[in-house]
């Protein structure tokens, strides 16, 4: 919120829109910031989705709540986006940073968690995938790309939610631009680092991953993705107890993520399917 708040942009023509999705307890934030609460857990797309319907500007920017913006990163957005008119949305680049140490890791996993976290190397700078689309932590459109494609998909888990939006936008000749200048940082606290911060975001990050795999790809291909998880479980369970790593115990339940999501994206495409026949 501070660095939200300490943007370099004129005052009053920016306002800052905090969506509470069923905190508890509930976000607390500066008096001059609006809050749309839940009331319950319902996912990030449909956050987005309720703070694009409060919104009143044309141009929506979605920021994830681990993130903090230098004070020109506003500034950079929207002149990047006045820059390309025509596009419907923007993606701006975020760099991983490492406030926590996990514990409990070898020292071969723990330096690769160094080398991520380390400012100015490839492997913290998160841009745009190869498949074009950009991320939702760094994220913005115009409200005309929601008026013609529609909202967010909230039946879709978290990670990798908002692609299904963005390959709307593509699939009706809508253009994604990345903002390279328009950066902020993508933070790891030391909650995070936990060994439970670790098994939670990796068990979500593997089942939001499958389920959008399956919006891309034919059913024969994602069943033979059923096979690869329980193939890949038993190494990295191996390694967590050969080198007493948890990053191996990270890595199965990863796994585990990406067999769920699978199973769950055959599911998805067997109810669309069926609907489509009848």
Same mark, same amino acid.
Request: charged letters at 25%.
């Given at each position: 919120m501070?660095s939200l708040?300490?943007?370099?942009?004129?005052?009053?023509?920016?306002?800052?829109?905090?969506?509470?999705?069923?905190?508890?307890?509930?976000?607390a934030v500066?008096d001059?910031v %609006?809050?749309?609460? =839940?009331?319950?857990? *319902?996912?990030s @797309?449909?956050a %987005?989705?309720? +703070?694009?319907?409060?919104?009143?500007?044309?141009?929506?920017?979605?920021?994830?709540?681990?993130i903090?913006a230098p004070?020109?990163?506003?500034? /950079?957005?929207?002149? +990047?986006?006045a %820059?390309?008119?025509?596009?419907?949305?923007?993606? +701006?680049?975020? *760099?991983?940073?490492?406030?926590?140490?996990?514990?409990?890791?070898?020292?071969?996993?723990?330096?690769?968690?160094?080398?991520?976290?380390?400012?100015g190397?490839?492997?913290e700078v998160e841009?745009?995938?190869?498949?074009?689309?950009? &991320?939702?932590? @760094? &994220?913005?459109?115009?409200?005309? !790309?929601l008026d #013609?494609v529609? $909202?967010?998909?909230?039946?879709?888990?978290?990670?990798? /939610? /908002?692609?299904?939006?963005?390959?709307r936008? #593509?699939?009706m000749?809508g253009e994604?631009?990345?903002?390279?200048?328009?950066l902020?940082? =993508?933070?790891? @606290?030391?909650?995070?680092?936990?060994? =439970?911060?670790?098994?939670? #975001?990796?068990?979500?990050?593997?089942?939001?991953? &499958?389920v959008?795999?399956?919006? =891309?790809?034919?059913?024969? %291909?994602?069943a033979?993705? $059923?096979?690869?998880?329980?193939?890949?479980?038993?190494?990295?369970?191996?390694h967590?107890?050969?080198?007493?790593?948890g990053? +191996? $115990?990270?890595?199965a339940?990863h796994? !585990?993520? #990406?067999?769920?999501g699978?199973t769950?994206?055959?599911?998805?495409?067997?109810?669309?399917?069926?609907?489509a026949?009848?």
């Amino acid at each position: 919120m501070a660095s939200l708040q300490a943007q370099e942009f004129p005052e009053g023509l920016f306002e800052i829109i905090v969506v509470d999705d069923g905190s508890d307890p509930p976000a607390a934030v500066p008096d001059d910031v %609006r809050v749309v609460p =839940h009331g319950r857990p *319902i996912g990030s @797309n449909a956050a %987005r989705n309720t +703070g694009a319907r409060a919104a009143l500007s044309d141009l929506l920017i979605f920021v994830d709540d681990d993130i903090e913006a230098p004070p020109g990163w506003l500034s /950079e957005f929207v002149a +990047g986006a006045a %820059r390309h008119p025509d596009a419907l949305c923007f993606g +701006g680049r975020a *760099i991983l940073r490492l406030e926590g140490s996990p514990s409990g890791v070898c020292a071969r996993c723990l330096e690769r968690w160094r080398v991520a976290g380390s400012y100015g190397g490839e492997d913290e700078v998160e841009g745009p995938a190869r498949a074009g689309w950009v &991320m939702g932590v @760094n &994220m913005g459109v115009r409200r005309t !790309a929601l008026d #013609k494609v529609g $909202l967010f998909d909230e039946s879709l888990p978290i990670y990798y /939610e /908002e692609i299904e939006w963005q390959d709307r936008v #593509k699939a009706m000749g809508g253009e994604i631009v990345y903002l390279p200048d328009a950066l902020l940082w =993508h933070r790891r @606290n030391a909650a995070a680092a936990s060994l =439970h911060g670790r098994l939670t #975001k990796a068990y979500r990050r593997g089942r939001g991953e &499958m389920v959008a795999y399956s919006l =891309h790809t034919s059913r024969a %291909r994602l069943a033979r993705a $059923l096979l690869g998880p329980p193939a890949r479980a038993p190494l990295s369970l191996f390694h967590a107890c050969r080198y007493r790593c948890g990053e +191996g $115990l990270v890595s199965a339940v990863h796994q !585990a993520g #990406k067999f769920v999501g699978t199973t769950e994206g055959l599911l998805r495409s067997r109810g669309e399917s069926l609907s489509a026949r009848s």
